[in-house]
T-cell receptor, first 113, second 116 residues
Framework: QKEVEQNSGPLSVPEGAIASLNCTYS??????FFWYRQYSGKSPELIMS????GDKEDGRFTAQLNKASQYVSLLIRDSQPSDSATYLC?????????????FGSGTRLQVQP | DADVTQTPRNRITKTGKRIMLECSQT?????MYWYRQDPGLGLRLIYY???????NKGEISDGYSVSRQAQAKFSLSLESAIPNQTALYFC???????????????FGDGTRLSIL
């Protein structure tokens, strides 16, 4: 089982719709959760971070965390073609042996004009 | 200017050659990381350094070595390159003084490495 799992996609949504991206993680002691956006051939760019159960909103983006279910999601409202990219979920564990981020393989989002 | 600078941006070389990828940062962060990215496999950690004297192996360190020359500089070496090390390599930094240890990482623009 991968430590951080994402559906590779592509997830295709029409312009203006809500895109829902999901991520599950295997390590229950994970503490910090991040969503990165990566355009093809470019570097990952931080979009959101979330540390506590519940929702966190930033503009059109909402991150949702459910530690009991080991599940974190990213909602993108009013999706735009410029949102088309790969979205990477990353998880941080405080244990001594895991002091760096573990990334999922990413979900490719396509927003259709 | 970019806060995290990687050089070179692209490199094509032959099997068996020694290669060094360099990363420098002006963010003042103490922690630095090297990742490689392959299609369908996401980002995989090669090495990370929490300060100049603290260097740790990641999940795929075999065939690689690193040097933290200063807080701002972290280089990755391939002693004898092989074709399956062809990938996109990213350097990243983070700041341990913020976020109570929950700090995000910030990435350089990447180095595209091809080994023939």
């Amino acid at each position: 089982q991968k430590e951080v799992e994402q559906n590779s996609g592509p997830l295709s949504v029409p312009e203006g719709a809500i895109a829902s991206l999901n991520c599950t993680y295997s390590d229950r002691v994970s503490q910090s959760f991040f969503w990165y956006r990566q355009y093809s051939g470019k570097s990952p760019e931080l979009i959101m971070s979330i540390y506590s159960n519940g929702d966190k909103e930033d503009g059109r983006f909402t991150a949702q965390l459910n530690k009991a279910s080991q599940y974190v999601s990213l909602l993108i409202r009013d999706s735009q073609p410029s949102d088309s990219a790969t979205y990477l979920c990353a998880v941080k564990n405080k244990d001594t042996g895991r002091r760096a981020l573990t990334f999922g393989s990413g979900t490719r989002l396509q927003v259709q004009p | 200017d970019a806060d995290v600078t990687q050089t070179p941006r692209n490199r094509i070389t032959k099997t068996g050659k020694r290669i060094m990828l360099e990363c420098s940062q002006t963010k003042g962060h103490d922690r630095m990381y090297w990742y490689r990215q392959d299609p369908g496999l996401g980002l995989r950690l090669i090495y990370y350094s929490f300060d100049v004297k603290d260097i740790n192996k990641g999940e795929i360190s075999d065939g690689y070595s690193v040097s933290r020359q200063a807080q701002a500089k972290f280089s990755l070496s391939l002693e004898s390159a092989i074709p399956n090390q062809t990938a996109l390599y990213f350097c990243a930094t983070s700041d341990s003084s913020t976020g109570g240890g929950n700090q995000p990482q910030h990435f350089g623009d990447g180095t595209r490495l091809s080994i023939l």
